[in-house]
């Protein structure tokens, strides 16, 4: 008896001011499309940042990076790959990113969320010079 007395307290109280009602549904709404258009693309954006996102190689061989230069879209993961004898240290000039030394058939992989030049040398043969340049699809 006391539950159904204060539903219809409530329910007199929306029609006594039905436009504020209207309106304050209309928000609601709204806040729940909002917040479901969030939920949905999160996960979308998640994926490309790292699982889903695309790769690029570059190869160690003559004491040189091949490609030296490579340009990707930000999210791409570049793998380095040690191709010889010979050790390698991938370090950026900028101190973003830098392998251990890499043996024959080692690699290491950094991904490139933020656009840019990322200029980057082996520590070791600092005359072994790369770069990467993170650029959107214009
Ligand atoms: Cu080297």
């Known amino acids: 008896m006391t539950v159904r007395n204060s539903t219809h307290f409530v329910a007199n109280q929306g029609t006594s001011s039905g436009i504020g009602c209207?309106?304050?549904?209309v928000l609601r709404?709204?806040?729940l499309t909002i917040l479901f258009?969030?939920?949905?693309?999160?996960?979308?954006?998640a994926q490309d940042a790292s699982i889903a996102g695309p790769?690029?190689?570059v190869s160690m061989d003559h004491n040189t990076f091949i490609p030296g230069e490579i340009t990707v879209v930000?999210?791409?993961t570049v793998t380095w790959v040690n191709k010889e004898a010979?050790?390698?240290i991938v370090v950026d000039l900028n101190k973003g990113f830098r392998s251990k030394t890499l043996a024959k058939d080692a690699s290491f992989s950094f991904t490139f969320a933020t656009a840019g030049?990322?200029?980057y040398l082996c520590s070791?043969?600092?005359?072994?010079?790369?770069?990467v340049i993170v650029k959107p699809v214009s």
């Open 124 to 131: 070791i043969h600092p005359n072994m010079k790369g770069k």
């Open 55 to 57: 790769v690029a190689t």
């Open 22 to 25: 209207k309106s304050q549904s």
């Open 117 to 119: 030049d990322y200029d």
């Open 37 to 45: 258009t969030v939920l949905a693309s999160a996960p979308c954006l």
């Open 29 to 31: 709404a709204l806040r």
């Open 74 to 76: 930000p999210g791409t």
């Open 86 to 88: 010979m050790p390698h």
